[in-house]
Nanobody
Framework: QVQLVESGGGLVQPGDSLRLSCAASDRTSGTYHMGWFRQAPGKEREFVAGISRAGGSTYYAESVKGRFTISRDNGRNTVYLQMNSLKAEDTAVYYC????????????????WGQGTQVTVSS
């Protein structure tokens, strides 16, 4: 497993942008497919976006498609989630996840998880 640490969360207003980062513990992070999930209070953790090992393939939840962009820099062992046009319903704890299998959208599809970073969208 790989250790993951998220950062970049905060309090923003509707319509604002925010970029989350997920730093992996070592260089082997380039061998993992990565994903972002989120969990709002009282709700289940839900898939947000995923990216392949080399970054050539990405996929998104319908609720964020066109607003969020996932990317990675394997030289920096870091995955990013650029979030634009944020809405109140995007408020959640955002988690980074890693696995050697590609294409997962469920919690059980990822074997390594970070501790999460809080994103609050409010006026």
């Amino acid at each position: 497993q790989v250790q993951l640490v998220e950062s970049g969360g905060g309090l923003v207003q509707p319509g604002d942008s925010l970029r989350l980062s997920c730093a992996a513990s070592d260089r082997t992070s380039g061998t993992y497919h990565m994903g972002w999930f989120r969990q709002a209070p009282g709700k289940e953790r839900e898939f947000v976006a995923g990216i392949s090992r080399a970054g050539g393939s990405t996929y998104y939840a319908e609720s964020v498609k066109g607003r969020f962009t996932i990317s990675r820099d394997n030289g920096r062992n870091t995955v990013y989630l650029q979030m634009n046009s944020l809405k109140a319903e995007d408020t959640a704890v955002y988690y980074c996840a890693a696995d050697r299998r590609f294409g997962g959208t469920k919690y059980a599809d990822f074997g390594s998880w970070g501790q999460g970073t809080q994103v609050t969208v409010s006026s």
